[in-house]
């Protein structure tokens, strides 16, 4: 005998597609888990290319897409770097929107010119 939820299927059966609300926030929390990626690693040449790219962004009041891995997922902040904060090891990034948002130099992963 077929029913409406499953087309074939048996209702003796149907009863047990229950699932319990911690038994599914645990399994969309595991498939979470499973997208994360390790951060990449830069090397020396790398931060050359990114140094060299601020300066003529910062010159020319370019506009910029950075992106930085956090935990296991990657981001991207488009804007203009108004400050690089040495001391503190971080980029002021002012967006479009005049927000502004700091990226950890250990967190970055990417810079390039918007629209590239």
């Not at 926030?25 to 888990?33: I, V």
């Not at 300066?55 to 488009?78: H, Q, R, S």
Request: proline share 3%; aromatic share 14%; glycine share 4%.
């Amino acid at each position: 005998m077929a029913n409406k939820l499953t087309p074939g299927s048996n209702m003796r059966w149907e009863s047990m597609r229950m699932i319990l609300p911690e038994w599914r926030d645990a399994w969309l929390q595991h498939q979470k888990e499973q997208k994360k990626v390790k951060k990449p690693v830069l090397d020396e040449q790398q931060w050359e290319e990114f140094e060299w790219l601020l300066n003529e962004a910062m010159k020319e009041n370019a506009e910029l897409v950075f992106t930085y891995w956090k935990d296991g997922f990657f981001y991207d902040v488009a804007g203009w770097c108004h400050h690089v904060n040495t001391s503190q090891q971080q980029f002021h990034i002012k967006d479009s929107e005049d927000d502004v948002h700091y990226v950890p130099f250990d967190q970055l992963t990417d810079i390039k010119r918007a629209g590239e």
